[in-house]
């Protein structure tokens, strides 16, 4: 069985950063693209972040470009997104995904983590 556990959400002033980190267990991830998606209250999931383990390339929301970075550790399943000069409306809960795909305009996932509260105070 497939398993995605978030950690390193929390609370941050506007300006701050966070890290959460996504482990990947229950099979091998090696080809799947894994990256990050969220949801605040009363809008609908958005794509954040994405890794491509094919080349390492990554891709991001004009939301978060240049403000998070996305990365994978030294274990091919696992990844981080670091998330600088964080703003209220970044508040949301923020879901690792693995088995991420683009078609037509729109980015969905195969597996998904129960998610991580991050929330930004002005």
């Known amino acids: 069985q497939v398993q995605l556990v978030e950690s390193g959400g929390g609370l941050v002033q506007a300006g701050g950063s966070l890290r959460l980190s996504c482990a990947a267990s229950g099979r091998t991830f090696s080809t799947y693209d894994m990256g990050w998606f969220r949801q605040a209250p009363g809008k609908e999931r958005e794509f954040v972040a994405r890794?491509?383990?094919?080349?390492?390339?990554?891709y991001y929301a004009d939301s978060v470009k240049g403000r998070f970075t996305i990365s994978r550790g030294n274990a091919r399943n696992t990844v981080y997104l670091q998330m600088n000069s964080l703003k209220p409306e970044d508040t949301a809960v923020y879901h690792c995904?693995?088995?991420?795909?683009?078609?037509?305009?729109?980015?969905?996932?195969?597996?998904w983590g129960q998610g991580s509260q991050v929330t930004v105070s002005s």
């Open positions: 890794f491509s383990w094919s080349g390492g390339a990554t």
């Open positions: 995904a693995a088995d991420i795909t683009l078609s037509t305009g729109i980015y969905d996932a195969r597996y």
